[in-house]
């Protein structure tokens, strides 16, 4: 392939890509931009997966119930960019909001249920009909074969796998595991809003996943989450919900589920952050 592309509207990728007999299966790493070592996580899985990945970088302005939020989250284009030009084999996508959302909008909602009231759904109403709004668009405008995500954001993976059945859009999702730092942090876009003493805080929400998951086996649940709730308040993040449930339904967690997960969600200064550990 020739040298790293970047393309700024679905119809110029399109055009690429049917020029390249080659490429019979294409991947997509849907972003925010912001990249770091989680996002080269997935990339080089679907690079190992693909003949050729896609990276989107799209800030949505449909998932964020919060303007502020829209405002502060981070954007490093010229960054994510150099980043991505290292690997043969991928292409930039950086789509006008007017190509993610053309006035003929193919997307035709789903019903969310459970996933949409609780956890994430809950703190953040429209969210998830934001997100899978615009991974729908994106898989039906990009063609892909197959859709790489983090499983850091397991609630928004339930979304998209149940938006994909809905829609009978035909592409495999594959969750890839989250990436951590030395002190167990989960790599977000989000971490580069954080000072240095906020990292250090922030090592609280990997800490109270480990404990939970160290006690399940042995203890009730509810005793686990009210020990577990303990001890993240022990550290200065402000804890918006530490709970246990299933990783499909999102119904509470009882003993013995096979698909145990526990979610939190906490403030590190202004930054939200989100983490969670299979059970
Ligand atoms: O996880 C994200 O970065 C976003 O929610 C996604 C999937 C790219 C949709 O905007």
Redesign the pocket.
Known sequence: MTGFQTFYDFGSLQRFISSKPSISNVGIV???GALHVGHLSLIKRALNENDLVVVTI?V?PK?FNNRKDLENYPRVPENDLSLLRQYQGVVACIPEESDVYPKLDPYPGITLGMLDRVLEGQYRPGHFKG?AH??HNLLYFIKAKRAY?GLK?IQ?LSVIKRMVDETRLPVSIIPCETVRDDSGLALSSRNLLLTESDYTAASIIFKTLDFVRKKIKKEQPEVVKKKATELFNSGSLKLEYLELVNKNTFEPYTTGDVNGVCCIAAYCNNVRLIDNVLL
């Open positions: 849907p972003t925010m799209f949505n998932q997100v615009v991974v995500f954001d928004q």
